[in-house]
């Protein structure tokens, strides 16, 4: 299968905290940072998700917020991941900006040209992907 999501993250299952409909699954990244899911508890069967199986956090650019100067920060998100720009390619309207993570994994942001613009936006810039638990989905092979 093939999707349209630029993020698609190789990782193991780390925990998996069931509620009364959803489940909180954290994955280990296959760099070593971690994220976090919210999923439904269903989901999380019909996956066969357990601690130690593979998972893949798929993520749509759209969905990644970049941010700078968030060291200790206090966000709401759950994923707050620390990085460094790799590539800015503008577009007419929006960017999209690669953000390399420190084990080497790379989460695509699609933001507008504007906030680029205003953050000051270049390659080796220190910035921080940040996405909300509930905008990521999990999925197996």
């Known amino acids: 299968m093939r999707i349209s999501a630029r993020n698609v993250l190789a990782g193991k299952v780390k925990e998996i905290t069931k509620g009364a ?3 909180q ?3 280990t990244l296959d760099g070593g940072e971690e994220m976090v899911a919210i999923i ?3 989901s999380v069967e019909s996956l066969g998700m357990t601690v130690g199986s593979g998972a893949f956090a798929i993520v749509k650019a759209s969905d990644v917020i970049v941010g700078k ?9 759950r994923n ?5 720009v790799s590539s800015v390619q503008d ?3 929006s960017s999209e900006v690669e953000i390399r993570l420190p084990g080497g994994t790379t989460v695509v942001a699609s933001i507008t040209k504007e ?3 205003a953050l000051a936006l270049k390659s ?3 910035v921080f992907a940040v996405v909300k638990a509930s905008n990521v989905m999990l999925g197996v092979s």
């Open 25 to 27: 699954v954290m994955l």
């Open 69 to 77: 100067g968030l060291d200790g920060v206090r966000l709401s998100a």
């Open 80 to 84: 707050i991941l620390a990085g460094v």
């Open 21 to 23: 409909v959803n489940a």
């Open 40 to 42: 439904t508890n269903s």
């Open 124 to 126: 080796g810039d220190a």
């Open 91 to 93: 577009g007419a309207v």
């Open 115 to 117: 906030s680029v613009s």
